[in-house]
C-alpha cells in the first residue's frame, strides 16, 4: 500500500472518534457496547439536565472523567502523535470527536477537540471557562463553583441540544478544507457535522480515506471516500502512517 502522505509537501487532516480510544479501554458512545444502549440521555447528558441538576450530572461526568484519566494512550493515538513529531504540527491536524484528551496526552499538539475534553471546566452560568478539571485520582462528589458569579462549574464537554464549540470547528473546517489528504479513523459516521467533513474535504481536492472496522461505518458506502481500509485502529495506524503499511491490510480503492 502506497503511504498516506506521497511527499514531503503534503498536508494531512485526520478525524478521530470512539474507535481510536476502545484498545485503551473507553467504551464507546454508540454501537455494539456502547454507553447509550445502557444510559438515559435525558438524565445526566443533555444541556437541560445540566440546568435541572447540576450536582447530579457532575457526579455522573465525574465517573466518566475518572475512568478516561486513568486510561493510556494506545498505538493509534502514539502513532499520530510521532507522525507530527516527523513532519510538524504544521502539516498535522488532528480533529478528534473523543473527549478522552488521549491524543494530547500521546503527545500530539495540533489536535482539535470538537466535543470538548474531559479535562477541561466551564461555568455553567457565565462565560468562565478552560479551567483544569480535578484529577482523575481525587474525589470530588460536589462540582467546585465559579470564582466569578459562584455557580457551579461543569466538564466543557458538548452535550445534547448544545452547540459545537465555534473556534474549534473553526480550526477543523480550516484544516480539512486545506490539507491535501483527509484521514477518517473509528468513528460511526451518524454525527454531523463532523459526518459531512470527508464529503466536504474530497469536494475541496483532498484524498479521503477511511480507516473502521466495517465498510458502512464513517459514511464508507455514500462515496465520500477515495480508499475504504478494514480493520482496526491501534493495528492499522502504525503502518499507515510509517514507513510502510502491514501486511494483511483490507483496502477498497474507489474508482471516480
Known amino acids: 500500500m502506497e503511504p498516506i502522505l506521497s511527499n514531503s509537501t503534503e498536508r494531512l487532516a485526520v478525524l478521530t472518534g470512539a474507535g481510536v480510544s476502545v484498545a485503551s479501554g473507553i467504551r464507546p458512545f454508540r454501537g455494539p457496547g456502547g454507553l447509550w444502549n445502557d444510559e438515559?440521555?435525558?438524565?445526566?447528558?443533555?444541556?437541560?439536565?445540566?440546568?435541572?441538576?447540576?450536582?447530579?450530572?457532575w457526579r455522573a461526568h465525574r465517573g466518566l472523567a475518572k475512568g478516561m484519566g486513568q486510561a493510556k494512550p494506545n498505538a493509534a493515538h502514539v502513532a499520530l502523535a510521532s507522525l507530527e513529531a516527523r513532519i510538524g504540527s504544521e502539516r498535522l491536524t488532528v480533529i478528534t470527536q473523543n473527549i478522552d484528551g488521549l491524543h494530547s496526552r500521546a503527545g500530539s499538539s495540533n489536535v482539535v477537540e470538537i466535543h470538548g475534553s474531559f479535562h477541561s471546566l466551564r461555568c455553567t452560568r457565565c462565560s468562565v471557562s478552560g479551567i483544569a478539571a480535578p484529577p482523575a485520582d481525587e474525589d470530588h462528589e460536589e462540582p467546585p463553583h465559579c470564582t466569578r458569579c459562584g455557580a457551579?462549574?461543569?466538564?466543557?464537554?458538548v452535550l445534547f441540544g448544545e452547540m459545537?464549540?465555534?473556534?474549534?470547528?473553526?480550526?477543523?473546517?480550516?484544516?480539512?478544507?486545506?490539507?491535501d489528504v483527509f484521514l477518517v479513523v473509528g468513528t460511526s459516521g451518524v454525527v454531523y457535522?463532523?459526518?459531512?467533513?470527508?464529503?466536504?474535504?474530497?469536494?475541496?481536492g483532498a484524498r479521503t480515506i477511511s480507516v473502521n472496522l466495517e465498510s458502512d461505518g464513517d459514511t464508507g458506502d455514500s462515496g465520500a471516500f477515495d480508499e475504504v481500509i478494514l480493520g482496526r485502529a491501534e493495528e492499522l495506524l502504525p503502518g499507515l502512517l510509517g514507513d510502510r503499511a502491514p501486511f494483511g491490510i483490507a483496502s477498497s480503492a474507489r474508482s471516480e
Not at 443533555?46 to 435541572?52: C, F, K, S, V
Not at 459545537?164 to 490539507?179: D, K, V
Open 164 to 179: 459545537l464549540p465555534e473556534r474549534a470547528t473553526l480550526r477543523a473546517y480550516a484544516a480539512l478544507l486545506g490539507c
Open 40 to 57: 438515559d440521555i435525558e438524565s445526566w447528558a443533555t444541556a437541560g439536565a445540566i440546568a435541572r441538576d447540576p450536582v447530579g450530572c
Open 152 to 157: 457551579p462549574l461543569r466538564y466543557d464537554v
Open 193 to 204: 457535522p463532523a459526518a459531512g467533513f470527508a464529503a466536504e474535504a474530497k469536494q475541496a
